[in-house]
């Protein structure tokens, strides 16, 4: 009889529905990847082998797969979040138990490590305290938030104009109180090995037709024991690349009281500067040194690099995320919570940086959506009411075919 014909046809129309309602329930969930019944007929199988006359006995769920189609990309405010445009999964660590999701809304914990909504720790490769990555194993992100570092100047670069026009001073009479004694001035600020920032002004004296002496002094005190210059430049009739004297990069170094490295060594470079008849100018004027700074934000690059944004304008590695591939994604074991493990059949996970072999690449402030089409799911949901109905049809239709044999007399 043809019950268990369209009894095996409700089942799975059933299941089918509720995959579909399944779908349709998590169509505003972040990472989350639409399943889809798989069916296949059931076949009885005669002791002497197979027959023309032969009829199936049903049909049943053969599979229920996930599909790992790419959801649509969406902005959001929170620089911790995270999308996959492309392959591969989150590698999330839940007390050194390893899953894979593709939700990337992430936030920071007390401990400044990055994790999602069920405190599971987002896996990379983790910074020094000079932003060198360690690329071996990866382990938890965790985000140094202390302050950086500061950096002493080793080096200023200036490059000016020295008017020619100017009439030559005499050198021994240079006094940096007194503006008659030099032609022109400028100033940088330079810091030293703790940070303490610290005025290096340099001037600018005129003592023959081609020959400039340079005089500099720290926080207003030379030095150099006057009159003897830092530095002389010395042009030829271009007015272009000076002969400088003791080097092209003159050595300056002066004392500090604020505990830091003392005296403060750095070099100065006005090699690329001109003598032109034209007003004395500053082009360019340059140290190499800043001083320390908060941890005022950071983002993530494409390649998944955690880049640290600091209040002196600096910038730093703090780390970099990876992502797993499988090679078959539909073997992973589901566990609910938009989070799936690794199994036999899923094959073991291939860790990389993003952007590399089948792995995506990332997108900072971003989420991505669920992969549900609702319509599409709507108009699947009708299909399977309709089949639903047709197999009771079936029921009902052989129940009036039992009944007339019933009544036969």
Known sequence: MSFQQGLSGLNAASKQLEVIGNNVSNANTVGFKQSRAEFADVFANSLSGGGASQIGIGTKISNVSQQYTQGNITSTNNSLDIAINGGGFFRMSNNGAITYSRNGQFQMDKLGYIVDAESKRLTGYVADALGNLSTGAPTEININTSDLQPSATATVVGLVNLDSRNTPLPAAGFDPADPTTYHNSTAVTVFDSLGNSHTLQSFFVKTAAGSWDVFTAADGVPTTALPTP????????????????????????????????????????????????????????????????????????????????????????????????????????????????????????????????????????????????????????????????????????????????????
């Open 230 to 409: 830092t530095a002389t430049m010395t042009f030829t009739g271009t007015g272009i690349a000076p002969t400088v004297t003791p080097a092209s990069a003159a050595p300056v170094s002066f004392a500090v009281t604020t505990g830091a490295i003392t005296p403060v060594p750095l070099t100065l470079d006005y090699s690329g500067s001109t003598q032109f008849g034209s007003n004395f100018s500053v082009n360019s004027l340059s140290q190499d040194g800043f001083t320390s700074g908060r941890l005022s934000g950071f983002n993530t690059g494409s390649d998944g690099t955690i880049v640290g944004r600091y209040t002196n304008g600096q910038s730093k590695v703090l780390g970099q995320v990876v992502l797993a591939n499988f090679v078959n994604p539909n073997g992973l074991q589901s566990l609910g919570g938009n989070a799936w493990a690794e199994s036999a059949t899923s094959g073991a996970a291939l860790v990389g940086t993003p952007d590399t072999g089948s792995l995506g690449v990332l997108q900072s402030s971003a989420v991505e959506d669920s992969n549900v089409d609702l319509t599409a799911e709507l108009v699947n949901m009708i299909t399977a009411q309709r089949w639903y109905q047709a197999n009771a049809q079936t029921i009902k239709t052989q129940d009036q075919v039992l009944q007339t044999l019933v009544n036969l007399r």
